[in-house]
């Protein structure tokens, strides 16, 4: 089973840490499993077909993975959308919230508290209720309906006025007494989930894409896709690593800025109003580590314009796929990711995150 550490100072973490309890850094896991085809388990049609992979026990699942790979215009295999909408709460996710709640569970913890103003906060509610935790969402009274909605469906909300740090404050202020942050943006139980959509794609497609285009918050999808990759590579499966970009609104882009400038690690931006409202976050977590990885591959990180964005929503629509805004943002930035790929073989991957019944009109 993998283990958690501290890469910045090493100090012995406790496994219910969401930090280095020494440093505060964020944690990492190490000993994980390599990947290992003949370890699949054909016969079950989820993300933990990928189990011994994982190093995680299956303890919470509603049947994330094996979502829809759809070409973009039938009949063109050049550019294909993957729909990790169709996960069980509507967003990709879902992926993480098994690995770490499963985690969670099989340490024995039974509460839990999240802050997230969407998708991450839907996810963990009804994760949380199907496996019998208590869950309480943090989220700002900003927090698109849809989603809120979503999450006071299944656990409990908590609306908390005022600047968006004091969602925060709450939030670690009820994880006491044995009630655990459960941070799909720190905990890196959180971000192995999100391997299994690079498994998934390499079993689809009977090979790595020449790019894949995400959406960037924390950019936590990315990492996990970028890692799942790394593994296929390191057991010999696949013999190049696909190219990475990530998207992001110019309304928060501190992974555009700091590709542009070449700086290792993203400025704070302060995040302004935009339909894109999955990926406004001006500080993530392990924004070096991303980084670090669009750039070990040549991608690249674009920013859209919000009506770009939205005539990508209608385009998309369209075309049969019901995504929010903070999706369409691939579609939007694909003609330069062609651009900057300049011809490379193979297909590219667009990943569509997250479902258009939440999204507001
Ligand atoms: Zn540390």
Known sequence: MSVLYCPACDTPPDPLDWRCHACGAPLELRDQPPFAPGAIHAERWSMWRYAASLGVEQRVTLGAGMTALVPLHPGDESVWVKCEYLNPTGSYKDRGTETLLSYLASRGVTSVVEESSGNAG?????????????????????????????IAAAAELVVVPGPRHYVNDACLAAAVDGTIYASHGWNPYWIIGQQTLAWELWEQL??????????????????????????????GIIDRLPRLYAV???????????????????????AQRSAADGTLVGSP?????????????????????????????????????????????????????????????????LIATGNGLKAPS
């Open 285 to 349: 977590v392990r924004g070096a580590q991303v980084l670090a990885a669009i750039r070990e591959v040549n991608g690249w990180a674009f920013s859209v314009a919000e009506d770009d964005l939205l005539n990508a929503r209608d385009r998309l629509a369209r075309r049969g796929f019901y995504v929010e805004p903070t999706s369409a943002m691939t579609l939007a930035a694909l003609p330069r990711v062609q651009q900057h790929l300049g011809g490379a073989d193979g297909p590219i991957v």
């Open 206 to 235: 009977g090979a790595a894409p020449a790019a894949i285009v995400t959406p960037a918050g924390q950019g936590g999808l990315l990492l996990g896709i970028a890692r799942g990759f790394r593994a296929l590579h390191a057991a």
């Open 122 to 150: 839907a996810s963990m509610a009804q994760y949380a209720a199907h496996g019998g935790l208590r869950a309480r969402i943090f989220v700002p009274e900003n927090a698109p309906p849809g989603k809120t909605r979503a």
């Open 248 to 270: 992001q609104p110019w309304a928060c882009d501190p992974f555009v800025r700091a590709i542009e400038s070449g700086a290792a690690e993203p400025e704070p931006v302060i």
